[in-house]
T-cell receptor, first 116, second 111 residues
């Protein structure tokens, strides 16, 4: 069974703290993604990575950074957490686009982050 | 920029009814389209993936169709059950490798 695992279901952090959200996949996928989901705004892409040490900004990268040192692990970093980063964070992975086209994306269970 | 729209935003139906959820996208240059289900407070569960060269995919009581040229997809749910109550999201994958999501349809199936 394919699996994307996020390190925490719930997190509460203080304003100004450095926060690490971890995501691990066991499918040997090249692509990994971080989204945030907010009521009324849907899912918005923060960053994605298409290979180890490679990353590309999504639609809302401000205030975030990422790290991908190993293929199976993709970390989202909030350098200095702020209350407007309170949200549900979702990690996903998929294989590269190929001619055969099976690039189904799989999601983790989500991390509900509250910044107080 | 790709935009994905889902209609209706919310739907309430009695148990046993067949229903259709709609998804439209503005840029037809897509690689595939994926339908997901999300239960409250949980992550996304993949339901169906349709490649751009395909017209439809079926899994159990679910059938998804794709008309790439018109920028539309539908998710058909047969004989709905209370356990189908969830938010349904569609997402398109462009050649830039990113998944772009619609806002979702909140489905409630009443017993």
């Amino acid at each position: 069974d394919v699996k994307v695992t996020q390190s925490s279901r719930y997190l509460v952090k203080r304003t100004g703290e450095k926060v690490f959200l971890e995501c691990v996949q066991d499918m040997d996928h090249e692509n990994m993604f971080w989204y945030r989901q907010d009521p009324g705004l849907g899912l918005r892409l923060i960053y994605f990575s298409y290979d180890v040490k490679m990353k590309e900004k999504g639609d809302i990268p401000e205030g975030y950074s990422v790290s991908r040192e190993k293929k199976e692990r993709f970390s989202l970093i909030l350098e200095s957490a702020s209350t407007n980063q309170t949200s549900m964070y979702l990690c996903a992975s998929s294989s590269h686009l190929t001619d055969r086209g099976n690039t189904e994306a799989f999601f983790g269970q989500g991390t509900r982050l509250t910044v107080v | 920029k790709q935009e994905v729209t889902q209609i209706p935003a919310a739907l309430s139906v009695p148990e046993g009814e067949n229903l259709v959820l709609n998804c439209s996208f503005t840029d037809s240059a897509i690689y595939n389209l994926q339908w997901f289900r999300q239960d409250p407070g949980k992550g996304l569960t993949s339901l169906l993936l349709i490649q751009s060269s395909q017209r439809e995919q079926t899994s159990g009581r679910l059938n998804a169709s794709l008309d790439k040229s018109s920028g539309r997809s539908t998710l058909y749910i047969a004989a709905s059950q209370p356990g189908d109550s969830a938010t349904y999201l569609c997402a398109v994958r462009g050649y830039g490798n990113k998944l772009v999501f619609g806002a979702g349809t909140i489905l409630r199936v009443k017993s």
